[in-house]
């Protein structure tokens, strides 16, 4: 049996602060949220302490890429909010990605907070192996591609990664139980896939080996997005 409340991060994709409170209030089981581009370039950090008011962890999905100096720079502030998960993509580099971790963890020790978890993008969910050959002239196999990504933040001291569901299992296999393994692109069978391409239902993801699940719109965008929060409990609580 798993417990949603433990393993579900529900993002607050929304633009308005007035409208990631409602989702809150509407959501009072969900512990852990995320903050990702939509709400922080809209409203800025705002968010974060009323998150931290009512004792919500919190995921800063920022997924920054840039030169070492630049993501430095930005982890180190964003160590200052009392986070607890931090994105930034793989394809930074070992250099950007080392000096992100540093930084990070310089920053909340410098407010007095423990060290966040630092997480790399390893291929987006919404990409597929296509997308992969043709657009980005990648010449590996998607899965093999991952895997090398999750396994440059290992070497490079990250925490862990944010992966398909669908390579969850090989990453957990290869860079062990103690890798946090980041998974959207979650689907119960119920929802609409929408833009997301390599996906897997709660059970499944589970099963794969992923720590967290990050399920958004089947959750927030339902009519009723407690009932849909219920559905993914009971699916998980039957595991
Ligand atoms: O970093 C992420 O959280 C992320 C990485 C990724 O590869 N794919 C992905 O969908 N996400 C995020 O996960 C959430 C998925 O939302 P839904 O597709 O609505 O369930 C969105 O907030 C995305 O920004």
Partial sequence: MVLAAEKVIVPLDVSREEDAIALLSQ?????????????????????????????KRIFLDLKLHDIPNTV???????GKYGIDLLTIHATCGRKALQAAKTALVEGAAEAGYPPPKLIAITLLTSLNSRDLAFDLKVPIELPEYALQMAVLAKESG?????????EAAQLRQ?????????????????????????????SEAIKAGADYLVIGRPITAATNPQEAWAKIGDELANI
Avoid: M
């Fill in 27 to 55: 959501l009072p089981e969900v512990q852990f949220w995320k903050v990702g581009l939509e709400l922080f370039v809209s409203t800025g950090a705002e968010i974060l302490p009323t998150l931290k008011d009512r004792q």
């Fill in 72 to 78: 430095a720079g930005a982890c180190r502030a964003a």
């Fill in 158 to 166: 990250l925490d862990g990664a944010v992966c398909s569901p669908q």
């Fill in 174 to 202: 290869v860079c062990g139980d103690e890798f946090l393994l980041v998974c959207p692109g979650v689907r119960p069978k119920w929802a609409e896939t929408g833009d997301q391409s390599r996906t897997f239902t709660p």
